[in-house]
């Protein structure tokens, strides 16, 4: 059974951080297409069009015909051939993590594969494969207990694969709105030690304020991601003690590009959830890559929310959509950088908000809680990618199938 995880003792400043470092770095093509679907949480395998066999490792050709692989989702169930624990390696990411314990496992779909193995099973076990990336985004199968275990989530192998909010300190760029503070409680429901909770205007009420502030482990901060010096003044007073960063900043405005729009409006989008985002990727990202493998107080992620529109554009919120195009953009840009460091880059894709702003707009839409629980979701299960509600579902899947079509059903 796993141990419990204990609160971590307050870190000692004068002690030297340890440095992290990460997995050896993907080596084909095909691994990396792994990676790219692992990251939204799928089981897939290749799949020979010629003989219908599965495979794994991932590959170029089948093994068995050479015929054409293509991916596959498949069921998740195994059974543990083998086991074993490495005691030694000269890999400076496995030497700093040893014991590790991997095993073989004969998956229902057929091949058998190397895998890490979770504190609760064992040899003869059955067991539910998961598909993980690894701090490097690398893709790895992770055998999982098939039934709920007590503290299951506190294996220590598996929160390499993770980055858990469990007695972690985390800060939520924006409170003053419903999303800002769903996000917030839903973490304190999680296990989050302390959630510090940014402010662009304190002078400025706003609506639930006196709640939220009275909740127990919230610590409100002044922070404006238009401000260069409130992102410095943060990051200098808060970089060493924040270990997951969630930016919920939004700015939606209706309107066209020839017709109705407003490039004030434009301008203001793009210089907060854009040129925010920088400002508060520059001011963070270097605090969080340096203890990214600092024990139970590592730092583990940064999450942005932005609409799934951002892939296809959207009728009537063309300037939205485009702010969210260029936000989708650099988060792309910076989970390369970060997964170098080990830190995790994680994409909430939200349909549109239920909120004033999209009044008009018809339902389905997203509610606060939907988007709390994608991010706390993620987090938890190590996602690169996810879908906070099913109007973000089907618009990612169609634009996964065809694109260009997508884009002009999302446009009319």
């Not at 998956?107 to 993980?132: F, I, N, Q, S």
């Not at 409100?220 to 270990?243: K, M």
């Not at 830190?343 to 707009?361: A, C, E, Y």
Request: proline residues 6%; neutral net charge; charged residues 20%.
């Amino acid at each position: 059974m796993t141990d419990p995880l204990t609160p971590p003792r307050r870190k000692d400043p004068l002690v030297t951080t340890h440095l992290g470092h990460v997995s050896p770095a993907l080596r084909s093509r095909a691994a990396t297409a792994m990676a790219a679907r692992a990251g939204q949480g799928r089981f897939v395998l290749q799949v020979c069009d010629d003989c219908a066999q599965a495979t794994y490792p991932p590959r170029d050709r089948c093994p068995f015909c050479w015929g054409a692989l293509h991916w596959q989702d498949q069921p998740n169930g195994a059974v543990i051939a083998a086991q074993t624990t490495i005691r030694s390696s000269i890999d400076l990411f496995f030497k700093d993590h040893l014991p590790w314990r991997i095993g073989t496992a004969r998956l229902d779909a057929g091949p058998m594969a190397t895998v890490h193995l979770h504190g609760d099973v064992g040899r003869g076990d059955r067991v539910r494969m998961e598909l993980k990336l690894d701090r490097a985004g690398n893709p790895a199968l992770f055998a999982m207990p098939e039934k709920e275990t007590p503290h299951m989530a506190d294996d220590p192998q598996l929160r390499v694969f993770t980055a858990d909010p469990k007695y972690r300190r985390i800060l939520v760029t924006d409170g003053r709105s419903a999303t800002g503070q769903a996000v917030a409680e839903a973490l304190l429901k999680a296990g989050a030690k302390t959630v510090f909770l940014g402010n662009a205007d304190p002078l400025m009420r706003y609506p639930g304020q006196d709640r939220i502030e009275a909740v127990d482990g919230i610590e409100p901060v002044r922070l404006s991601l238009t401000d260069t010096r409130s992102i410095e003044a943060l990051a200098g007073q808060l970089g060493g003690r924040v270990d997951i960063v969630v930016n919920t900043v939004g700015f939606t405005r209706q309107g066209g590009v020839g017709f109705g729009g407003n490039l004030n409006n434009l301008q203001s989008g793009l210089d907060l959830e854009v040129t925010g985002l920088m400002r508060l990727a520059q001011g963070f990202a270097p605090a969080l890559s340096a203890r990214s493998d600092d024990g139970d107080n590592a730092a583990a992620a940064l999450v942005d929310i932005a609409s799934i529109h951002g892939l296809t554009g959207r009728a009537g919120f063309a300037g939205s959509s485009a702010t969210a195009a260029a936000r989708l953009s650099l988060i792309a840009s910076l989970r390369g950088e970060m997964a170098q460091t080990g830190i995790r880059v994680i994409s909430v894709l939200t349909g549109p908000v239920d909120d004033g702003w999209h009044q008009n707009v018809p339902p389905p839409k997203t509610t606060a809680a939907q988007i709390a629980r994608a991010v706390v979701t993620a987090l938890q299960q190590g996602q690169e990618t996810i879908c906070a509600d099913e109007v973000a579902k089907d618009v990612l899947a169609r634009w996964q199938d065809d694109p260009i079509l997508t884009i002009r059903e999302e446009n009319k």
